[in-house]
């Protein structure tokens, strides 16, 4: 399973300490991150937990 994000906030700045994502070239408002699922269901209950504490999430076929 796989899963994507696009982390995109005009109040982050260039001051913010990214060193991932700023070592790969890309801007300080963009970052990795990375889970496991054993399942579909899983990934739905990540999804989910996810929502509650006021996450967007957008689901892409």
């Given at each position: 399973l796989m899963a994507f994000w696009?982390?995109?906030?005009?109040?982050?700045?260039d001051e913010?300490?990214?060193?991932i994502s700023r070592?790969?070239?890309l801007p300080s408002w963009s970052n990795h991150i990375a889970f496991g699922a054993e399942s579909?269901?899983?990934?739905h209950?990540?999804?989910d937990?996810?929502?509650e504490y006021g996450h967007?999430?957008?689901e892409i076929d």
């Open positions: 696009e982390l995109h906030d005009e109040r982050l700045d913010r300490s990214i060193s070592g790969l070239g579909v269901d899983d990934l209950a990540k999804r937990r996810l929502l967007e999430v957008t």
